[in-house]
């Protein structure tokens, strides 16, 4: 035989025996798992009781080279490896495990978990050699053992609530303070309401914590439930239901629903704590939950108001969440029958949807309806408050033969047409017209007119009645000249600037 090839041979063989046969003192565990476990290094575990050995009930037994696949641990519970080539492995189960066990040869490499795992990546069997940075040779997996105990499921919810009660305010505002009136004139004031909520726009309270608490038996055993407790870090203890009192036997496969629910002082983050003990074969558990009020169910009392005006009736609803909102509305003010002094209080209030809490604001307008001498309007208030509008009826209308529709001299036309006629070219009939009608209107609402106001107004008529037939008087004569300043003189009569003073408008 070639001796290069007998060597070559011979060099494959001594290969094969250093991979087979490592030298066991060498050995040690390896890196660190998926889930960041560092393997212990074993040799004292029995192939059939490893588990046993290190303290658990329970072992499932995976032969040859950890091999993929889906496997039946107890006929409820699975277990899967995946990616395995016969080194190295990933698993995930259905049942909390608390080791995994990887054989090859006589050693073990023993991964333990401290809180119970379900899954884990990169697990594999012991490596030859003492620097982990150049591991030598991985021995072949011979079996893994998965050890665990069995424990029910606990889980549990914590839904957190809290009332929050708002606080509400209103502003009302009126466009006017103090009126002089005469008598039976209406004045139209705007007001505005304000509503909102007030400088602390609520106040949280009834802080609460509930939900329930879910046992499952995900073993093949009966569990013996000796107590279902549940309390909240910095609170203490609450008080459970499941349906009677313990114990409970949960058959294989079974699960028990308990609620629990509490009042707390504030709003607090806080953790709360389900523990169910057992029993026998079957441990107990416990799950944790968040009492958290970032999440929690708000329980909304008076977050509506209805607002109302008690003489302009309801202004309408406001929530929290159109908040603050301005009602704008108008209402007039008067007539009054007598003269005298008033005052007129108009209140706008709110009510909650829930308890009821009130609130409310006024506006006082002072009122002068002058006695003896009256007040004086202009032509503006007197074209538009008459029977025909469209301002509210003013009856001194009425004085009139005809009211409105009385004729104006020999024109053809009403008290209420001059009125509207619009003083074309400066038309110095209508213009001297309209303060003429103003005038008569005033003194017939009780007005006094001083005598050089009423020689003006006598001069007036005179004029107004010979230039009645196509009321017009020529602009640039001596006639026309004369209208525009009698029109002048009734003008400032009208206006308050002589005579008795101006009626608001």
Not at 154 to 174: E, H, L, M, Q
Not at 210 to 239: L, M, R, Y
Not at 267 to 282: E, F, K, L, P, Y
Not at 334 to 351: D, K, L, R
């Amino acid at each position: 035989m070639n001796k290069k090839l007998v060597s070559s041979l011979l060099s494959v063989l001594f290969v094969l025996l250093a991979v087979a046969q490592p030298v066991a003192a060498d050995w040690s565990g390896g890196g660190v798992s998926g889930n960041g476990v560092a393997p212990v290094y074993r040799t004292d575990l029995p192939s059939n009781a490893e588990c046993e050995t290190l303290g658990y009930d329970f072992g499932y037994k995976v032969d040859a080279a950890a091999p993929n696949g889906t496997f039946n641990i107890d006929g409820i519970n699975t277990v899967t490896i995946y990616g395995s080539d016969s080194y190295t492995f990933n698993w995930s189960s259905t049942l909390g495990m608390d080791a995994v066990v990887v054989k090859a040869g006589n050693g073990a490499n023993v991964y333990t978990y401290g809180v119970e795992s379900k899954g884990d990546t990169n697990l594999h069997s012991p490596y030859s050699g003492t620097d982990a940075s150049a591991p030598g040779t991985i021995r072949t997996v011979s079996h893994v053992t998965f050890c665990y105990d069995y424990e029910v499921d606990v889980s549990k919810t914590a839904n957190t609530s809290f009332k929050r009660t708002y606080n509400w305010k209103i502003d009302k505002t009126g466009d006017q303070t103090a009126l002089t009136l005469s008598i039976g004139q209406q004045f139209l004031v705007n007001y505005m309401v304000t509503v909102g909520l007030d400088t602390t726009p609520f106040v949280d309270s009834d802080w609460a914590v509930g939900g329930s608490i879910t046992v499952e038996n995900n073993t093949p055993f009966d569990a013996n439930i000796t107590g279902v407790a549940d309390s909240i870090s910095g609170f203490g203890a609450v008080s459970v239901d499941c349906g009677g009192a313990p114990p409970y036997t949960l058959a294989s496969g079974g699960t028990l629903v308990c609620s629990y629910g509490t009042s707390l002082p504030d709003d607090s983050s806080r953790t709360n704590t389900a523990t169910v003990t057992t029993t026998g074969i079957v441990g107990g558990g416990e799950a944790t939950a968040a009492v958290d009020f970032g999440t929690a169910t708000i329980n909304e009392v008076d977050e509506c108001v209805d607002v109302t005006d008690d003489k302009y009736g309801s202004l309408g609803t406001v929530c929290e969440d159109t908040a603050p909102k301005t009602f704008e509305y108008a209402m007039y003010v008067g007539p009054y029958a007598t003269c005298g002094e008033y005052t007129f209080v108009n209140i706008a209030s709110f009510v909650t949807n829930d308890t009821g809490a009130k609130g409310s604001d006024s506006w006082t307008i002072k009122i002068d309806v002058p006695c003896g001498c009256g007040c004086t309007l202009t032509q503006g208030y007197w074209k538009t408050h008459s029977e025909k509008g469209p301002a509210p009826y003013d009856d001194t209308w009425a004085l009139l033969p005809n009211g409105a529709n009385t004729p104006f001299f020999g024109t053809g036309s009403s008290y209420y047409e001059i009125l509207w006629m619009a003083p074309k070219g400066g038309n110095p009939y209508l213009i001297l017209a309209h303060q003429y009608i103003a005038a008569e209107l005033n003194v017939l609402n009780g007005a006094s007119i001083p005598p050089a106001v009423l020689s003006a107004w006598n001069e007036a008529t005179g004029l107004l009645f010979d230039y009645a037939d196509g009321a017009s008087i020529p602009k640039n004569k001596p006639d026309g000249v004369r209208a525009i300043e009698l029109a002048t003189i009734l003008d400032n009569y009208n206006n308050g600037l002589t005579g008795p003073g101006h009626c608001s408008e």
